[in-house]
């Protein structure tokens, strides 16, 4: 009668809509749920139930205990898949009041767990409970889905020559996943495709030493689902336990492998620590480009910020620790790009891993937009750290270089000769083509030097690079020449 009447209440439960009882999240990716699957709670005549989320894997099983606590509560279990199917329902186990089960999820998704006193809303009884949640592990049967960390045992034979397992990744994650014969004459062979069933990576034996397959340091390109094919070479037999484990690099911008990609306008928050003490960014820019880059703390921790700006190998091109306009604050402003190409942003502290700040911090990527835009097409762009080479000639009598200057940057600007009798002459101009400072032959031997030179006011700067036209010399000398742009310690 007690059994009859419990399913008739289901029923009435499946009637009412679930998202009326604001169920709870638990999170379900701890192998024993010490916080997060441990619930408590009272159900009386005001409250006869509680209801819970939790996602669940193919294969996964849970094990479910379910006691009272206070008072002379009947409680009882009943888990629903999403669609509402009910999946478990207990009562009472052999020991008295209380639930202890364990569930294997058919399906992956979330799922619904029902705390309730025996009668529901008809019941008489009250009290507290207790609800634990144990994740014990996923069974090694075919299409079962693994979460990282997890370890399985299969058998490979005749019969059962491939064994397919899944799992969801996200976009950065960087994997090991080792497939280990344990008896018989096993070759292990691994696969793993895509949602697509394109393969994206596979292995036979890992070393010479092993017949063991092992995916070492695998990418996820693309967040989603991915299968694992744990299969054999040749005719070969047996068992073998297979794992998927993470990194401690794994996700997007905590390693090389997988930079976080910003594009300018943007701004990405992080968080630096001892175990994590730099992140990784990528971006797309074009020669030309005038780039300014800030690293600023939050509001918590002790941070010392630390920008780098590297090219698409990671070689450094630019540093800075403290030039922001906050303490501690980084910033690479105005920096122009060379070539078309990707860059690196790395977001560290100051000192590396051998640093002691750390908390969160924002870093924005911005554009100066066109800053050459009004440059006459055939001058040359520049940017600080930079060469070039030219010659002057009668038919050629002067060059044109354009450079991004801010305020108080200290400048150096050399012109020397390679060949022939060239006089160098060079002639500094703002934004207006006026002449702010020259020089003739300050780098001797007729070389010119604009030494330690500080910037005015931020804007376009121009270099004319010319040979000496003065009556006290020979005004028509000719030879190529070497530019050389850079910037000083103010």
Same mark, same amino acid.
């Given at each position: 009668?007690?059994?009859?009447?419990?399913c008739?209440?289901?029923?009435?439960?499946?009637?009412?809509?679930l998202?009326q009882?604001?169920p709870?999240?638990i999170?379900?990716d701890a192998?024993d749920?010490q916080?997060?699957?441990?619930?408590?709670?009272?159900?009386? *005549?005001?409250?006869?139930?509680?209801?819970?989320?939790v996602?669940?894997?193919?294969?996964?099983v849970?094990?479910?205990?379910?006691?009272?606590?206070?008072?002379d509560?009947?409680?009882v279990l009943?888990?629903?898949?999403n669609s509402?199917?009910?999946?478990?329902?207990?009562?009472?186990?052999?020991?008295?009041?209380?639930?202890?089960?364990?569930?294997?999820?058919?399906?992956?998704?979330?799922y619904?767990v029902v705390?309730?006193?025996?009668?529901?809303s008809?019941g008489?009884?009250?009290?507290?409970?207790?609800?634990?949640?144990?994740?014990?592990?996923v069974?090694?049967?075919?299409?079962?889905?693994?979460?990282?960390?997890?370890?399985?045992?299969?058998t490979?034979?005749?019969?059962?020559?491939?064994?397919f397992y899944?799992?969801?990744?996200e976009?950065? *994650?960087?994997?090991?996943?080792s497939?280990?014969?344990?008896?018989?004459?096993?070759?292990?062979?691994?696969?793993?495709?895509?949602?697509?069933?394109?393969?994206?990576?596979?292995?036979?034996?890992?070393s010479?030493?092993?017949r063991n397959?092992r995916?070492?340091?695998?990418i996820?390109?693309?967040?989603?689902p991915?299968?694992?094919?744990a299969?054999r070479?040749?005719?070969?037999?047996?068992?073998?336990?297979?794992?998927?484990?993470?990194?401690?690099?794994s996700?997007?911008g905590s390693?090389r492998?997988?930079p976080?990609?910003?594009?300018?306008?943007?701004?990405?928050?992080?968080?630096?620590?001892?175990?994590?003490?730099?992140?990784?960014?990528?971006f797309?820019?074009?020669?030309?480009d005038?780039i300014?880059?800030s690293?600023?703390?939050g509001?918590?921790g002790d941070? *010392?910020?630390?920008?780098?700006?590297?090219?698409?190998a990671?070689?450094s091109m630019?540093?800075?620790?403290?030039?922001?306009?906050e303490?501690?604050?980084?910033?690479?402003?105005?920096?122009?790009?060379?070539?078309?190409?990707?860059?690196?942003i790395?977001?560290?502290r100051?000192?590396?891993?051998?640093?002691?700040?750390?908390?969160?911090?924002?870093?924005?990527?911005?554009i100066?937009?066109?800053?050459?835009?009004?440059?006459?097409?055939?001058t040359?762009?520049l940017?600080y750290?930079?060469s070039?080479?030219?010659?002057?000639?009668?038919?050629?009598?002067?060059?044109?270089?354009?450079?991004?200057?801010?305020?108080g940057?200290?400048?150096?600007?050399?012109?020397?000769r390679?060949?022939?009798?060239?006089?160098?002459?060079?002639?500094l101009?703002n934004?207006a083509?006026?002449?702010?400072?020259?020089n *003739?032959?300050?780098?001797?031997n007729?070389?010119?030097?604009?030494?330690?030179f500080?910037?005015p006011? /931020?804007?376009?700067?121009y270099?004319?690079?010319?040979r000496?036209?003065? /009556?006290d010399?020979?005004?028509?000398?000719?030879?190529?020449?070497?530019?050389?742009?850079a910037?000083?310690?103010?």
């Amino acid at each position: 009668m007690k059994l009859a009447t419990c399913c008739i209440l289901i029923i009435l439960f499946l009637l009412s809509p679930l998202a009326q009882s604001q169920p709870r999240e638990i999170d379900a990716d701890a192998p024993d749920f010490q916080e997060d699957g441990f619930i408590s709670g009272w159900l009386d *005549d005001a409250n006869p139930r509680d209801v819970f989320t939790v996602e669940g894997l193919r294969g996964e099983v849970i094990r479910f205990e379910l006691e009272a606590t206070e008072g002379d509560l009947d409680p009882v279990l009943s888990v629903f898949d999403n669609s509402g199917r009910l999946t478990l329902h207990r009562d009472d186990s052999a020991a008295g009041l209380g639930v202890q089960h364990d569930l294997t999820m058919e399906l992956s998704g979330r799922y619904f767990v029902v705390v309730a006193r025996f009668g529901y809303s008809l019941g008489r009884t009250a009290g507290g409970y207790a609800l634990r949640m144990t994740r014990k592990g996923v069974l090694s049967e075919a299409g079962s889905t693994l979460r990282y960390n997890d370890s399985v045992i299969g058998t490979i034979s005749d019969a059962n020559a491939e064994v397919f397992y899944t799992f969801q990744a996200e976009q950065g *994650d960087i994997l090991t996943i080792s497939m280990v014969r344990s008896s018989g004459t096993l070759d292990p062979y691994l696969q793993v495709v895509d949602s697509e069933r394109f393969e994206i990576a596979k292995n036979d034996d890992h070393s010479r030493d092993t017949r063991n397959a092992r995916i070492e340091g695998l990418i996820i390109e693309r967040t989603g689902p991915y299968i694992i094919v744990a299969t054999r070479y040749d005719d070969s037999a047996g068992s073998f336990v297979l794992s998927i484990e993470e990194a401690e690099n794994s996700g997007m911008g905590s390693s090389r492998q997988a930079p976080l990609p910003i594009r300018y306008g943007e701004s990405r928050t992080g968080t630096l620590s001892h175990a994590q003490y730099e992140r990784f960014y990528a971006f797309e820019a074009h020669a030309g480009d005038l780039i300014t880059i800030s690293m600023n703390r939050g509001a918590s921790g002790d941070l *010392d910020s630390y920008l780098i700006l590297a090219d698409d190998a990671f070689a450094s091109m630019q540093e800075d620790d403290d030039s922001g306009a906050e303490f501690q604050d980084s910033l690479i402003a105005d920096y122009h790009i060379p070539a078309d190409g990707a860059y690196h942003i790395i977001a560290t502290r100051f000192d590396g891993g051998r640093g002691t700040t750390g908390g969160e911090y924002r870093l924005s990527l911005d554009i100066l937009d066109e800053p050459f835009v009004d440059v006459p097409a055939d001058t040359v762009s520049l940017s600080y750290g930079t060469s070039v080479s030219g010659k002057i000639s009668a038919d050629n009598e002067a060059d044109l270089y354009a450079f991004y200057g801010r305020q108080g940057e200290v400048v150096s600007i050399s012109m020397t000769r390679v060949d022939g009798n060239l006089d160098a002459y060079l002639e500094l101009r703002n934004a207006a083509q006026e002449v702010v400072t020259r020089n *003739d032959d300050t780098g001797g031997n007729q070389n010119s030097l604009i030494d330690n030179f500080s910037i005015p006011a /931020t804007g376009m700067y121009y270099i004319k690079a010319r040979r000496y036209a003065g /009556t006290d010399g020979d005004p028509n000398t000719a030879g190529s020449y070497v530019l050389v742009l850079a910037e000083r310690a103010g």
